[in-house]
T-cell receptor
Framework: GAGVSQSPRYKVAKRGQDVALRCDPI?????LFWYQQALGQGPEFLTY????????KSGLPSDRFFAERPEGSVSTLKIQRTQQEDSAVYLC?????????????FGQGTRLTVV | GIQVEQSPPDLILQEGANSTLRCNFS?????LQWFHQNPWGQLINLFY???GTKQNGRLSATTVATERYSLLYISSSQTTDSGVYFC????????????FGSGTRLLVRP
């Protein structure tokens, strides 16, 4: 596709429910990033993939958060047993290089609301 | 870790006015970028500017790395400039982990 695509755009989950958020990066992009953006704040780094390898997951807030990119393309961010504090916009970005430079692009995000 | 502070937090302008947004950062950085987040949530890269000055139409940016700040200038503002402007930096120990400020929320009134 022309850009980074994320689905669903909106997700309402009951507390305790598991959710899966999908990111389709720009074709051929080596690097993929997940960020979490709380209301009124800037995005915060969650995790980084280079192809299928998850090189940094230091930003994942708890062991309920899990991300994968098994074939080096599409990525899924999974949140188990959702809590209210997980409510946020989850942004995905991809880049053709190993760094976050001018060629990196963000998707429109998935807004997760936990009720 | 690196702290990124943006000012002002909120700004209201009349269409046609000029403005300056500021970003201060607490340590040396490899990279600094300015983003615009539109009302639909899309983050668009405006400038990749670790140092120096760049211009793109009505927007320009200057980063003074030695003094750890960057400025974003918006001239002849338009209603479509409304949204949130973020400054983000990469620390010396990472080439991929952006650290964002909390943004400047801009509203341009017709």
């Amino acid at each position: 596709g022309a850009g980074v695509s994320q689905s669903p755009r909106y997700k309402v989950a009951k507390r305790g429910q598991d959710v899966a958020l999908r990111c389709d990066p720009i074709s051929g992009h080596v690097s993929l990033f997940w960020y979490q953006q709380a209301l009124g704040q800037g995005p915060e780094f969650l995790t980084y993939f280079q192809n299928e390898a998850q090189l940094d997951k230091s930003g994942l807030p708890s062991d309920r958060f899990f991300a994968e990119r098994p074939e080096g393309s599409v990525s899924t961010l999974k949140i188990q047993r959702t809590q209210q504090e997980d409510s946020a916009v989850y942004l995905c970005a991809s880049s053709p290089s190993r760094s976050f430079n001018t060629e990196a692009f963000f998707g429109q995000g998935t807004r997760l609301t936990v009720v | 870790g690196i702290q990124v502070e943006q000012s002002p937090p909120d700004l209201i302008l009349q269409e046609g006015a000029n403005s300056t947004l500021r970003c201060n950062f607490s340590d040396s950085v490899n990279n600094l970028q300015w983003f615009h987040q539109n009302p639909w949530g899309q983050l668009i890269n405006l400038f990749y500017i670790p140092s120096g000055t760049k211009q793109n139409g009505r927007l320009s940016a200057t980063t003074v790395a030695t003094e750890r700040y960057s400025l974003l200038y918006i001239s002849s503002s338009q209603t479509t400039d409304s949204g949130v402007y973020f400054c983000a930096v990469e620390g010396l120990d990472s080439s991929y982990k952006l650290i964002f400020g909390s943004g400047t929320r801009l509203l341009v009134r017709p």
